[in-house]
């Protein structure tokens, strides 16, 4: 059974730092492109950013409004992806789920249960 | 970055069929997929690569797309079809790849 764990989750204050984690299980966790999507209370799913697998460079890419805040990395000897989000801002405040993506045209097959993070003062 | 719209509600009645569409600039040059997501939880994905469907994932949900419009199908809705729906695409040109729709609640009369 595919298995999405999210962790670190948490109250922080603007300007402030929070690592995410997300352990996988059930599947070939270091054969996977794997993901972060976010989504505000009341609001839309945002894709945050993902990560490729080793095979593919461990390429990364970042939303606009993450870009240069948000670093993706993943250890594949843990089984696990990490969200790193620096200078942190209030319009940060979201449930941050972790994601594999499934197929070639960038579909998401399985999610975590999600992790909520407080940006407040 | 590419965008996609969806509107914000449909009401369906029981054993009706609902459909939710989803548009974008050419939408049916690209893959889209569709995902379901019930109060408190995370989003499912319900069908991908335009009309293929997950395991698990019952006959009654289905998929079109073409031109600028995708569409979700789903027949003879039940009480559990309740839920947000959510289309998005792979848009392989842009620097913000990954796009979701605006969301649509479909409500079950």
């Known amino acids: 059974e595919v298995q999405l764990v999210e962790s670190g989750g948490g109250l922080v204050q603007p300007g402030g730092s929070l690592k995410l984690s997300c352990a996988a299980s059930?599947?070939?966790?270091?054969?996977?492109?794997m993901h972060w999507v976010r989504q505000a209370s009341g609001k839309g799913l945002e894709w945050v950013g993902r990560i490729r697998s080793k095979a593919n460079s461990y390429a990364t890419a970042y939303a606009a409004s993450v870009k240069g805040r948000f670093t993706i990395s993943r250890d594949d000897s843990k089984n696990t992806a990490y969200l790193q989000m620096n200078s942190l801002k209030t319009e940060d405040t979201a449930v941050y789920y972790c994601?594999?993506?499934?197929?070639?045209?960038?579909?998401?097959?399985?999610w975590g249960q999600g992790t909520l993070v407080t940006v407040s003062s | 970055s590419y965008v996609l719209t969806q509107p914000p509600s449909v009401s369906v009645a029981p054993g009706q069929t609902a459909r939710i569409t989803c548009g974008g600039n050419n939408i049916g040059s690209k893959s889209v997929h569709w995902y379901q997501q019930k109060p408190g939880q995370a989003p499912v994905l319900v069908v991908y690569?335009?009309?293929d469907r997950p395991s698990g994932i019952p006959e009654r949900f289905s998929g079109s797309n073409s031109g600028n419009t995708a569409t979700l199908t789903i027949s003879r809705v039940e009480a559990g079809d309740e839920a947000d729906y959510y289309c998005q695409v792979w848009d392989s040109s842009s620097d913000h790849p990954y796009v979701f729709g605006t969301g649509t609640k479909v409500t079950v009369l």
């Open positions: 690569d335009d009309s």
């Open positions: 059930g599947f070939t966790f270091s054969g996977s492109a």
């Open positions: 994601t594999r993506q499934g197929g070639s045209y960038g579909d998401f097959d399985y």
